[in-house]
């Protein structure tokens, strides 16, 4: 079980950085009709700047609810959760829209890429709900997916586009506010295992540049790519580990056999 | 997020079904129009009752022979045979508010000239008449004190008998026949068209010398009527009030009994016609207001539909960063945005069908822009009532729920 008081369980020389995330104790139950479902019983866990971290866990161990709770979508029924230093589980609706905003980038399975809507637009998107111009909202959506390698892909609409690059364009949107954190909900659940691990190879170069990155994940390779794995089963956390022999994506594509149709 | 940003939004998901949008703003634009064409008509014919009271003359009042009961019936209005010429004379001698006072009779008959013939009132009256009732002539002019004291054979036309009769032909000197005596055309009235006030025809009528319809037509020696003008507008309650006075006096009814007579004052009758042409508008208004309703609820109807189909990009929204405010506003300024466009068109048909009423039913039509600012004010209403719960759902949707929405 990791808390503050292990230090040190990611990479050397991070231990004086600050802690993106710190949850103590969260429980979280929802009320079924009679029945009372405990989704989470007492999960403290901390990541720190930098780090790239694997939740893992079958449906029903709870990785997806306390994916909700660290994506500010949810709030803890018991225990604190600390993203950047701010007590969210204090925080009204409102508030929690805001911090969604800014500290949080959201990429999900299924991509959620707002149809009919250019690739450039959606990037676009969280800019419009923080208040900075149009035009600045304009140039830091070209530089994110300049970033994320669709740069002459800009008035691309979603459905010109194949599912790997899609979900590059989420990512893109997902960094467009520059965020603390970057949480990614089955990022390659739709993709093929070619495509799957140009999306590591995107997320690892982020993680790279310093970005913190959480990723939920069923595929046990795929979480391989990050630096620490967390197991959940029945609402705790059963391994946290590191990752032994972590492979770099680049490296992988490179020796891939490229499918011929 | 700005308005520029939401508007800009708001447009595009209008834009993406744009068929769906058109229908929506159907219902609106037929409301809208619905409301300005019905509230012009009404206008239109609330002026025209304005212009032609106003033009009879405000300062005229009308003395009818009154009611009467007799064994328990009670007969209509000039059934009396007690308003009398003498009445007429009395008026003259001793009310001070009165300038000028006519006699009148009236009957109806079958008029010929040639091969045609015409079923008209026939009014018996004195020259003053006309000018009381400042009633210009097209053609001729009255006949004279001298025709009424020898009940000279001679009448003045108005213009739907002279266009029924005469056509073409100058109707001034030929002879017409009333009930088979001959009769002189001496002159031909001017149109005053038809009385919004009474809705009937004044141009139907021939005018003939008091006493040649008295003598030669009906055989009555009593008054139908007396048309009187007080001497200045303000002093027409002034007359009505004298003239009351007086009438009950000479006819010997006492206190508490009813009047055999009736005092109109045109100024009253104006209002009376104002009014019904009031309530005509709001009638038709209401009406038309109904389809701007039924417009509304087709808007919240397709809003409704819009929220569940875009649950998840509700919830996209709501995951990076929108406020149920944001996302309130967004579904509120699209619903308002459509219907506020429907509202533009709507009332640039309504002016159209405005236009079209008038030239081809030949209707008076008054637009006004009163009542084009309430239609764009009621339709951009309209968005907001019936868009408001549905922005509610969409805003009060769990983004979890929401994302997870198939």
């Known amino acids: 079980m990791v808390t503050a008081s292990r230090p040190d369980l990611s990479d050397s020389g991070q231990t004086q950085l600050k802690a993106v995330i710190r949850t103590e104790d969260v429980h979280k139950y929802y009320e079924l009709g009679e029945t009372r479902v405990h989704a989470l ?143 990614a909900d089955e990022p390659t659940g739709n993709l093929d295992s070619r495509t799957s691990i140009e999306i590591m190879d995107v997320l690892q170069k982020l993680n790279e540049k310093g970005l913190t990155i959480v990723l939920v994940t069923h595929e046990p390779d795929i979480s391989t790519f990050a630096k620490r794995t967390i197991q959940f089963r029945d609402g705790k956390i059963r391994h946290d580990e590191l990752v032994a022999e972590r492979p770099v994506a680049a490296e992988v594509l490179r020796q891939m056999p490229v499918l011929e149709d | 997020m700005n308005l520029a940003a939401i508007l800009r939004i708001a447009m595009r998901a209008l834009a993406r079904n744009k068929l769906r949008s058109a229908l929506t703003m159907l219902g609106i634009i037929i409301g809208v129009g619905a409301v300005i064409a019905m509230v012009s008509v009404g206008q239109g014919a609330q002026q025209q009752a304005q212009d032609q009271i106003a033009a009879m003359g405000s300062n005229i009042l009308f003395v009818g022979s009154g009611t009467v009961t007799r064994g328990g019936m009670r007969m209509g209005w000039g059934a009396t045979k007690t308003l009398v010429y003498d009445d007429m004379s009395a008026i003259l001698r001793e009310s001070p508010a009165v300038k000028a006072a006519a006699p009148g009779s009236q009957s109806s008959a079958q008029v010929v000239f040639g091969n045609d013939n015409w079923a008209t009132q026939i009014n018996g009256t004195e020259p003053q008449y006309f000018e009381i009732r400042n009633w210009p002539f097209q053609e001729g002019g009255p006949f004279s004190q001298n025709d009424v004291e020898m009940a000279a054979n001679v009448a003045v036309i108005g213009e739907t008998v002279r266009k029924n009769l005469f056509g073409a032909t100058d109707p001034i000197g030929e002879t017409i026949r009333i009930n088979n005596l001959p009769f002189k055309v001496v002159g031909v009235l001017a149109s005053k068209g038809t009385s919004a006030a009474m809705g009937q025809d004044q141009d139907d009528v021939i005018v003939v010398p008091l006493t040649t319809l008295q003598k030669k037509i009906t055989g009555q020696d009593w008054l139908r009527w007396i048309m009187v003008s007080a001497v200045s507008r303000d002093a027409s309650y002034a007359a009505q009030q004298q003239i009351t006075g007086l009438l009950r006096d000479r006819h010997r009814i006492r206190a508490g009994q009813d009047d055999d007579f009736m005092v109109r004052n045109l100024a009253d009758m104006a209002e009376l016609a104002d009014q019904q042409a009031r309530l005509f508008t709001i009638l038709l208004a209401s009406i038309a207001s109904i389809s701007l309703l039924v417009g509304g609820i087709g808007i919240m109807n397709i809003m409704l539909v819009s929220v569940t189909e875009r649950t998840r990009e509700i919830g996209i929204r709501m995951a990076i960063g929108a406020t149920e405010a944001d996302v309130q506003q967004q579904f509120l300024i699209e619903s308002i945005v459509l219907s506020l466009i429907g509202g533009v068109i709507g009332i640039i048909v309504g002016l159209g069908s405005s236009y079209m009423i008038t030239h081809t039913l030949g209707w008076p039509v008054l637009v006004s822009t009163t009542a084009i600012f309430t239609a764009a004010l009621f339709s951009a209403a309209v968005g907001i009532f019936f868009g408001f719960y549905p922005a509610r759902k969409a805003a009060r949707l769990d983004p979890i729920e929401a994302l997870r929405y198939e």
């Not at chain 1, 500010?72 to 959760?81: M, N, V």
């Not at chain 1, 459905?159 to 997902?174: D, E, K, N, T």
Request: hydrophobic share 40%; net charge positive; proline share 3%.
């Open chain 1, 41 to 183: 019983r007492g999960v403290s866990v901390e990541i720190k700047t930098g780090e790239f971290v694997a939740i893992m866990g079958a449906s029903g161990s709870g990785k997806s609810t306390f994916m909700n709770i660290l994506g500010c979508l949810d709030k803890p029924s018991s225990g604190e959760y600390l993203l950047d230093g701010i007590n969210v589980s204090k925080l009204s609706k409102n508030e929690l829209a805001h911090i969604r905003n800014q500290k949080i980038g959201f990429v999900f399975q299924g991509f959620n890429l707002l149809s009919r809507t250019t690739a450039l637009e959606n990037v676009e998107l969280p800019t419009l709900y923080a208040h900075i111009t149009r035009a600045e909202g304009q140039k830091r959506a070209r530089e994110a997916l300049q970033l994320v390698g669709l740069g002459d892909r800009t008035l691309h609409f979603p459905s010109q586009l194949s599912g790997g690059q899609q979900q590059r364009v989420a990512i893109a949107r997902a960094l467009v506010n520059q965020p603390s954190l970057l949480l």
